[in-house]
């Protein structure tokens, strides 16, 4: 059974960089697909952060270009998000989704670990 | 970006149907392959694909969910509605980067 696990500080002062990992466990990160990281802000509003692809390239919501990376670590099957210069507004859910392509969405995701940004 | 537009809020009773609609900003098929996605969200949980490629259960959904529509206009069913049901449902386009989701329904009792 395919399972993704998110894992960070709970809270993150502005100004400073957001960091979060998800563990995969039951497929292999460099199998196949697209590994993604996705936000639910307080609202509901969801948004698509970026993902990391089975052969390492990365693709990133244009809005966030500037301060985003996505990263992996093959050994660990884990791939890590960091989000930087966060603001209060970078305050939501993070969650860690495999990517089945266009044809498939979303089919797997992590349970979210909800990030605060305050001082 | 394509912007999904859901009602907010959908009331229903036990046993009767539920149309959730989703309409987008441009269309999101291609030929006959329309790319949008449901997913399911209950309080606390992260959320379940339900339906891929507008039409398609996915895995382990019963079959009272259903979704139909093309271009810019999509519908997902639920007949009938049970209590296990009450939960918030999004749509997904991936007809064009980024990815944008709807901003969801909420489905509460009548």
């Known amino acids: 059974e395919i399972q993704l696990q998110e894992s960070g500080p709970g809270l993150v002062k502005p100004s400073q960089s957001l960091s979060l990992i998800c563990s995969v466990t039951g497929y292999t990160i460099t199998s196949g697909y697209d590994w993604s990281w996705i936000r639910k802000f307080p609202g509901n509003k969801m948004e698509w952060m970026g993902y990391?692809?089975?052969?390492?390239?990365?693709n990133y919501n244009p809005s966030l270009k500037s301060r985003i990376s996505i990263t992996r670590d093959t050994s660990k099957n884990q791939f890590f998000l960091q989000l930087n210069s966060v603001t209060t507004e970078d305050t939501a859910t993070y969650y860690c989704?495999?990517?089945?392509?266009?044809?498939?969405?979303?089919?797997?995701w992590g349970q979210g670990t909800l990030v605060t940004v305050s001082s | 970006d394509i912007v999904l537009t859901q009602s907010p809020v959908l009331a229903v009773s036990l046993g009767q149907r539920a149309t959730i609609s989703c309409r987008a900003s441009?269309?999101?098929?291609?030929?006959?392959?329309?790319?949008m996605h449901w997913y399911q969200q209950k309080p606390g949980q992260q959320p379940k694909l339900l339906i891929y490629?507008?039409?398609n259960l996915a895995s382990g959904i019963p079959a009272r969910f259903s979704g139909s529509g093309s271009g810019t206009d999509f519908t997902l069913t639920i007949d009938p509605v049970q209590a296990d049901d009450i939960a918030a449902y999004y749509c997904q386009q991936s007809r064009e980067s980024p990815p944008t989701f709807g901003a969801g329904t909420k489905l509460e009792l009548k």
């Open positions: 441009q269309s999101v098929s291609i030929s006959s392959i329309n790319l």
């Open positions: 490629r507008a039409s």
């Open positions: 989704a495999r990517y089945d392509g266009y044809y498939h969405g979303f089919a797997y």
């Open positions: 990391i692809s089975y052969s390492g390239s990365t």
